[in-house]
């Protein structure tokens, strides 16, 4: 549970401005899987954010600015 937490925590720090949304992606993926392991049918995953929110989230990562 502690690495699934730190991921989350790192999806939200690096995305948090310019794609504040992308931590439901993350957390669709984790839930597929936890639940598709226990043999239950799988929910859709919440749409990604576009490119461009992530490209300015990788750049803030990066310490870069725009």
């Known amino acids: ?3 699934i937490l730190m991921a989350n925590a790192g999806v939200i ?5 310019a794609a504040p949304t ?5 957390v669709g993926y ?5 639940t598709t ?3 239950q049918a799988a929910e859709p995953l919440p749409d990604p ?3 461009r929110p992530m490209y ?3 750049l ?3 310490g870069e600015t725009q």
């Open 56 to 58: 300015r989230a990788l």
């Open 13 to 17: 720090t690096a995305t948090r401005d």
């Open 60 to 62: 803030r990562t990066n």
């Open 30 to 34: 984790l839930l597929r899987a936890f």
């Open 37 to 39: 392991a226990a043999g």
């Open 49 to 51: 954010p576009t490119p």
């Open 22 to 26: 992308a931590w439901r992606r993350l």
């Open 1 to 3: 549970m502690p690495l």
